[in-house]
């Protein structure tokens, strides 16, 4: 059992070696991709029209020593004298046991919204951000305090750097086109490439994130006319691309979504190695939705991870009467 914790510390501290330098550092990674609209593309701010808050906790490879727990919260609405959406984004991160190091994020952002015909309309987004990186350095261990025998009894001769609490700012944009039965969006992430690297200067890789889908109603009636109650199937095919920092992610999949219930997987991989396959549960009303999933890790790292927990909580506030007679963006809702 020791030398099992041994080899799972080893793992983590890899990672933090990673995030500490700087050199491939990659962003927080969600699965229930609209659910978190505002963190998928600040074009979605103002998508429901309506007043929307949206809640998320992400617990990844827990097998890892709790390595990666994140919770995030927004609000976005539309707003008529604006002509656009307006959202703020807050977001917390602890990587490691004890949560060695934490992220906290601060976001606000304004999507303009332009109308290019009569069934087809474009959102353009700016977000600016305040991060808080802190590490705790009494948390960390590492492999030279390991004895084979006993287990962490050294002391290390890693020396810690002389600012272990960073802020700085960062900005994102996002562009999103929509109709009635399809959209599809680009956001470009860390526009300024601010650095975030404890031990001196490391820029934060530009991300650029493409995503695209549709809708395709399986009857054309769609009044709830089942004996459970059940609203019309809807198929939604997506597709989302993410490039950051070298590294290339494609995730592709399928929701049914049959109110008031919805289905959904998903695969994710890079360009030579598979990640994981994403499934998807979720529960939903006028008022609220509530999802749950999983991730089964197949990359080489799936039988020391534990796969992802993911569980949403939505709220939509009523709407202004003048709001109603506006399209929203019909996209998934997890």
């Known amino acids: 059992m020791k030398m099992k914790r041994i080899h799972k510390v080893i793992v983590l501290l890899t990672t933090f070696f990673v995030v500490g330098q700087g050199v491939v550092a990659q962003d927080f990674v969600f699965s229930q991709f609209y659910a978190n609209p505002l963190y998928l593309n600040p074009a979605l701010a103002g998508a429901k029209i309506c007043p929307r808050f949206s809640l998320n906790y992400r617990n990844q490879w827990p097998g890892l020593v709790s390595a990666f727990t994140t919770v995030s919260a927004s609000y976005d609405q539309y707003f008529s004298d604006l002509h656009g959406g307006i959202g703020a984004f807050v977001l917390t991160d602890r990587q490691g046991d004890h949560g060695a190091l934490k992220t906290n994020q601060v976001s606000f952002m304004y999507s303009f919204r332009f109308q290019l015909s009569r069934t087809i309309y474009m959102n353009a987004a700016l977000q600016a951000s305040l991060i808080n990186e802190n590490l705790d ?11 084979p025998d006993f287990g962490f009894i050294f002391n290390t001769q890693a020396v ?72 019309s199937p809807v198929v939604s095919p997506n597709l989302i691309y993410q490039h950051q920092g070298g590294f290339n992610y494609f995730n592709y999949g399928v929701y049914l979504d049959w109110m008031p219930f919805i289905v959904g997987v998903w695969f994710r991989h890079g360009i030579e190695n598979a990640d994981a396959f994403i499934f998807l549960v979720g529960f939903q009303q006028p008022t609220f939705k509530l999802g749950y999933s999983y991730d089964v890790t197949v990359s080489k790292l799936s039988n020391q991870t534990h796969g992802s927990h993911e569980i949403t909580l939505g709220f939509m506030l009523p709407c202004p009467e003048k709001r109603k007679q506006i399209r929203t963006i019909r996209c998934p809702s997890f």
Do not use: C
Not at 175 to 202: E, I
Not at 204 to 217: A, D, E, S, V, W
């Open 160 to 231: 810690p750097p002389e600012d272990m609490n960073l802020f700085y700012a960062d900005f994102n944009a996002g562009l999103l086109v929509y109709s009635k039965a399809w959209y599809g969006g680009l956001a470009v992430s860390h526009l300024t490439q601010p650095s975030n690297g404890f031990y001196g200067l490391s820029e934060l890789p530009m991300k650029i994130t493409l995503h695209g889908g549709g809708l395709i109603n399986l009857k054309e009636d769609t009044r709830r006319t089942s004996f459970l109650d059940l609203g």
């Open 137 to 147: 350095w009494s948390t960390l261990t590492f492999p030279d305090q390991i004895d």
